[in-house]
């Protein structure tokens, strides 16, 4: 089992960058597929990235494609997303999400979740 906890978010302006992070407890966080996906109101969750359990292989919304990085850093049991040239319409709750199926981007494949946490992008 692992808990994760995401952290990072906040206000910011379009155009400008942010970074998330999403910490994991447990020793087997190596063993997860990770995945980000975004909520925003009256929206349903959609896929953002995710990347397997090496970090060798990642996947992208078209959306955010060129925009976003996923990375992870198995020895700090954490996964980053790296937004920049953030937009209006990347204002969502962010989560990130692991699963011990693989890189997947459906939210059912996901076992485990965060708690999210908030970017706003104004205008």
């Known amino acids: 089992q692992v808990q994760l906890v995401e952290s990072g978010g906040g206000l910011v302006q379009a155009g400008d960058s942010l970074r998330l992070s999403c910490a994991a407890s447990g020793r087997t966080f190596s063993s997860y597929a990770m995945g980000w996906f975004r909520q925003a109101p009256g929206k349903e969750r959609e896929f953002v990235a995710s990347?397997?359990?090496?970090?060798?292989?990642?996947y992208f919304a078209d959306s955010v494609k060129g925009r976003f990085t996923i990375s992870r850093d198995n020895a700090k049991n954490t996964v980053y997303l790296e937004m920049s040239s953030l937009k209006p319409e990347d204002t969502a709750v962010y989560y990130c999400a692991a699963s011990n199926r693989g890189y997947y981007t459906q939210p059912h494949e996901y076992g485990y979740w965060g708690q999210g946490t908030q970017v706003t992008v104004s205008s």
């Open positions: 990347i397997s359990t090496s970090g060798r292989s990642t």
